[in-house]
């Protein structure tokens, strides 16, 4: 299914009873951008591996993209994408005419996904993925599949053109049972705001873009790891436990990983927005 971006700025009402101030106060400056969303009616078997990464490929560039079983998202961030499926019925796939942007025909067994352009799978696979176009494709690619805990190669840049950065990853070896939603979402958190509840519970994996964020664990395990420097596309560390009680700064470049029954408060204690990328792994009732 192919979706386009939806922003949602949510603004509190006015006038409400003590008891409502402050999700309200809260709310008022928290922007959320649901960015994609992929559901599988057959779950996940755990334990499995949830990643985010950024890759670069220069113009003519081709690659096998084998796709595990699990779901994935491709988001397009500048330039136009080929994508190749193994599903033999693409009628589900390319009716997200919902795109600002609509994609352009099918050639053959690609899919084009212009800039701004969400890609999703939740029972079919990419096979290929090439740029057919003049100049560089930048695109989010995001999995969640059933594999054993393993490292994962951080970054490479291939002879022929393609730069691979690992983003954030984490290994959850308890996973949501029956029908689950993997859904992908930007927040902005305005100054003194706290991360929406339902972000800051459950399977969850959170890479900070921009700046700065404070974690106050609650409850269940919570990991969390720096960036290498405070830049937003520096690579973080490894994943490190913060007990319940304690509490932990992660800056540009680091990464938040919430297990199944896990709760933390998330802040920007700030004078900026902070920016955050959120992969959340959900049932679906």
Do not use: W
């Amino acid at each position: 299914m192919l979706i386009c971006r939806r922003r949602l700025l949510v603004t509190p009402l006015l006038l409400l009873a003590d008891s409502f101030g402050r999700d309200d106060a809260l709310a008022s400056s928290i922007e959320r951008e649901l960015v994609a969303r992929v559901e599988r009616e057959e779950g996940l078997v755990p334990p499995i591996t949830m990643g985010i990464a950024r890759v670069v490929l220069r113009p003519g560039v081709s690659a096998l993209a084998t796709t595990p079983d699990g779901a994935r998202m491709i988001v397009v961030e500048s330039g136009v994408l080929a994508v190749a499926v193994t599903a033999q019925d693409l009628e589900s796939f390319t009716a997200a005419h919902l795109a600002i942007s609509a994609p352009r025909p099918v050639e053959g067994d690609e899919l084009f996904v212009p800039a701004g352009t969400t890609v999703t799978f939740g029972s079919i696979g990419v096979s290929r993925v090439r740029n057919p176009g003049g100049r560089s494709v930048v695109a989010l690619d995001i999995a969640v599949f059933h594999e054993e805990p393993r490292p994962l190669t951080r970054a490479f840049t291939t002879d022929d053109g393609i730069s691979f950065q690992l983003l954030a990853s984490a290994s959850a070896e308890v996973a949501p049972q029956g029908r689950v939603a993997l859904i992908l979402e930007r927040v902005r958190l305005g100054a003194q705001t706290e991360l929406p509840l339902d972000l800051s519970h459950g399977l969850t994996l959170a890479y900070v873009e921009a700046g700065t964020i404070k974690l106050r664990p609650a409850a269940g395990d919570v990991f969390a790891a720096r960036a290498a420097a405070s830049a937003p596309y520096s690579m973080p560390g490894s994943l490190q436990p913060i007990s319940a009680g304690d509490e932990r700064g992660i800056t540009a470049g680091g990464t938040v990983f919430l297990s199944v029954g896990a709760e933390c408060a998330v802040t920007n204690d700030a004078a900026r927005s902070a920016d955050i990328l959120t992969l959340a792994l959900r049932e679906v009732v």
